[in-house]
């Protein structure tokens, strides 16, 4: 059914780690400026919608999520 286990080379493990390392950084970067962002964006659809109507929509979000 599946193939059988093929012998691995050290190098392209080693370049697979690395880039597996940089995808993680990546992530944690682009984590990290949306948790910097979330009370701007609060604020802006805050004023541009008011805050229930704010809140309406953000619960309709989560629940989706």
Do not use: K, N, Y
Request: hydrophobic fraction near 40%; include cysteine; charge should be negative.
């Amino acid at each position: 059914m599946g193939l059988p286990p093929q012998p691995t080379d050290a190098g392209r493990i080693d370049r697979a780690l690395d880039r597996l390392a940089e995808h993680c950084e990546a992530i944690g970067r682009m984590t990290a400026a949306m948790e910097e962002r979330r009370p701007q964006v609060l604020a802006l659809l805050e004023s541009e919608l008011g805050p229930e109507l704010t809140r309406t929509l953000l619960a309709g979000l989560a629940a989706r999520g």
